[in-house]
């Protein structure tokens, strides 16, 4: 007797490496939705009603930890004006810190495709080699390190402040809290 036929179904991409003009497309696409996750300055800037001291170290970490997972953007930001404004006193640095910013972002963080290169796939070791690269040499001849550093612990030293003063309470609901608190069912939480 004769076996039934078999269907073999093979993965399609409905995509193929593409240029660098087109990365370069993409990738400020992701930016933007990155960008568009960003919680309103409003929200974020809440008046005093929404800061109060944390009663011990470890209510403080928590508070640090909620506003982190829902600020993430807004705080992502803001270290990264902190360290724009710490190299505004050199416009050069910042056109360099700009660049090697950009390059990262672009052919790395926000490319979904491979990257091909006069007809040649280009590997993500050798697109991540040519990073450091280019960022070692940039950072060593302009010296950016020490003021980059300095602005960015300044964001990170106002985000944790922000993290600890601000009161999570009422942002968003965790699941975790809500299940001890009896707001949902386990059951329910597996069901989503």
């Known amino acids: 007797m004769p ?12 995509t193929i490496p593409i240029a660098g003009g087109d990365v370069i497309n993409r ?3 992701n930016l933007n939705t990155f960008l568009s996750r960003c919680r309103p300055w409003p929200e ?3 008046g005093a009603s929404a800061v109060d001291i944390p009663t011990s170290f470890s209510d403080a970490a928590i508070r640090v930890r909620r506003n982190f997972k829902y ?3 807004n705080y992502a930001i803001l270290i990264s004006a902190c360290a724009a404004c710490s190299l505004i006193g050199t416009p050069i640095l910042l056109i360099f810190a700009c660049l090697i ?7 790395l963080f926000f490319r979904e495709d491979p990257m091909v290169v006069l007809g040649h796939q280009v590997s993500d070791l050798a697109v991540i080699s040519g990073l ?3 960022s070692a040499i940039a950072v060593w001849y302009t010296g950016i390190l020490n003021s980059l550093m300095i602005g960015i612990m300044m964001g990170v030293l106002l985000s944790v402040i922000h993290g600890g003063l601000r009161n999570p309470e009422g942002l968003f609901v965790d699941e975790d809290d809500a ?3 009896g707001l949902i069912s386990n059951a329910e939480r597996g069901s989503c």
């Open 3 to 14: 076996s039934p036929p078999t269907s073999v179904t093979t993965a399609t991409y409905t």
């Open 27 to 29: 990738s400020v696409q």
């Open 44 to 46: 974020f800037l809440a």
């Open 71 to 73: 600020f993430s953007v």
């Open 101 to 107: 910013f950009a390059s990262w972002l672009i052919f």
């Open 132 to 134: 450091v690269t280019v």
């Open 179 to 181: 299940v001890s608190t």
